[in-house]
């Protein structure tokens, strides 16, 4: 089992600023990718980005050149600066774990996810 905890979230001015984290403990060994995604009101929950163990980054569209994921492996956290928050950024943050295993020659995925975090853009 992987267990996830994030902070970070809260209110912020359009234009603003927010930095998430997001802590891993627990069977952490064969977890590689690791990742943020966001449901807001009314809507499905969406990647926003990852980051494999080496460092490989994947982002949405809407948020390349604004946010920037990073990973700390000594630390086991990972984080997503946020800059240049939109109105439209609002929506609870997850973070997300992939653990893979080998069975019987074969990879397994199991993903694990936080509690979420309230980002909430406004003025």
């Known amino acids: 089992q992987v267990q996830l905890v994030e902070s970070g979230g809260g209110l912020v001015q359009p234009g603003g600023s927010l930095r998430l984290s997001c802590a891993a403990s627990?069977?952490?060994?064969?977890?590689?990718?690791m990742g943020w995604y966001r449901r807001a009101p009314g809507k499905q929950r969406d990647l926003v980005a990852t980051?494999?163990?080496?460092?490989?980054?994947n982002y949405a569209d809407s948020v390349k050149g604004r946010f920037t994921i990073s990973r700390d492996n000594a630390k086991n956290t990972v984080y997503l600066q946020m800059n240049s928050l939109k109105p439209e950024d609002t929506a609870i943050y997850y973070c997300?774990?992939?653990?893979?295993?080998?069975?019987?020659?074969?990879?397994?995925?199991?993903?694990?996810w936080g509690q979420g975090t309230q980002v909430t853009v406004s003025s």
């Open positions: 997300n774990a992939v653990e893979t295993l080998i069975r019987q020659g074969y990879p397994m995925y199991n993903n694990y």
């Open positions: 627990g069977s952490i060994f064969n977890v590689n990718g």
């Open positions: 980051i494999t163990k080496g460092g490989s980054t």
